[in-house]
């Protein structure tokens, strides 16, 4: 443990900010895996799911949790299976 006071918050606010990437993170993978269900089952709601998905690699975007070109990675292998599951 830190004797110092700034080096004492910054422990604090990075337990914080760790905590909170982790949240986004785990929102993500749980958007992704329940898109993959969702794919499996039907694809009539696949494209619901795709939206809910697609929106929470967004907001770890701009949060800066995940970077632009791996979203965009994500995203397109996303589109890749639903297109296979419609047809």
Sequence with gaps: MPNI???IKRVK???????RNRMI???VKSA????ETEVAANAA???EQYSVT???????VNKGI???KTASRKKA????QLVKAAQ
Excluded: P, Q
């Design 13 to 19: 606010v990075n337990e914080k900010k760790s905590l």
């Design 66 to 68: 995940m970077h632009k």
């Design 77 to 80: 292998r996303l589109a890749k």
């Design 25 to 27: 993170k785990s929102k």
């Design 54 to 60: 697609t929106s929470a690699i967004d907001k770890a």
């Design 5 to 7: 006071k700034s080096a």
């Design 32 to 35: 992704i895996k329940k898109f």
């Design 45 to 47: 709601n696949a494209g």
